[in-house]
Structures are given as structure tokens and as C-alpha cells.
Nanobody, 123 residues
């Protein structure tokens, strides 16, 4: 499985940005997929993820970020609004076959990772 993120860039505080993750290679009927981020000097953290039974958002992004999938295009999206400086970091896409959405914000739970795309939020 290959995951390729795109869309990261420098954006002003309060602005919006949409990240994309294209998925190729093996496909799965059942999976959990999500976005993680890592700020400089910090551990990787879950942002949002989707499983067959539900969606999760981390508390810092709930109400501002929206995750979505386009199964036909095998693409995962993350719409980010009202961006803050603390949203700065490298954003990674990750997937786990037969994953449960209850666990998909945990980095150790996920199997395949992209290389990330950098988002910088600055005033």
C-alpha cells in the first residue's frame, strides 16, 4: 500500500486548507484510515480518522477540521478551517486493514504511512 499526501503549505492564522491523501496498491474491504500530525519537538498525534462504523476527531480540531473519503478516487481528505499556529506540523496519512475506528487515532494501531506534507500556520 502506498499513501501520498499533498496540499500542505504556508497559510495565515484563521485561514483554511485542504489536504489530500491518495491511496494505491492493495485495497481492503474493511479498514480504518486517518490523519496524524507531528509538530517540531513533539510526538506524532492523531487528528482525525474514519472506520467502517464511525469517525473520530481529536479534541483540538473538533469543529474546525472535517475528514472525508472519495472511495472512487481512493483519496482521503482533511478540510481544515480556522487554522491556528498550533496546527503547524507535518501531516501524515495512515491506514490499517480491518481497523476499528475506536482505535484509529492511536499511531501504534496503524500499519501503513505516507511521508507527510508540511503545514505551517503563521500570522
Amino acid at each position: 500500500v502506498q499513501l501520498v499526501e499533498s496540499g500542505g503549505k504556508l497559510v495565515q492564522t484563521g485561514g483554511s486548507l485542504t489536504l489530500s491523501c491518495t491511496i494505491s496498491g492493495d485495497t481492503f474491504d474493511d479498514y480504518a484510515i486517518g490523519w496524524f500530525r507531528q509538530a517540531p519537538g513533539k510526538e506524532r498525534e492523531g487528528v482525525s480518522c474514519i472506520g467502517t462504523s464511525g469517525v473520530q476527531y481529536a479534541d483540538p480540531v473538533r469543529g474546525r477540521f472535517t475528514i472525508a473519503t472519495d472511495d472512487a478516487q481512493k483519496t482521503l481528505f482533511l478540510q481544515m478551517n480556522s487554522l491556528k499556529s498550533e496546527d503547524t506540523g507535518v501531516y501524515y496519512c495512515s491506514i490499517v486493514p480491518e481497523g476499528d475506528y475506536n482505535n484509529c487515532l492511536e499511531a501504534d494501531y496503524m500499519d501503513y504511512w505516507g511521508k507527510g506534507t508540511l503545514v505551517i500556520v503563521s500570522s
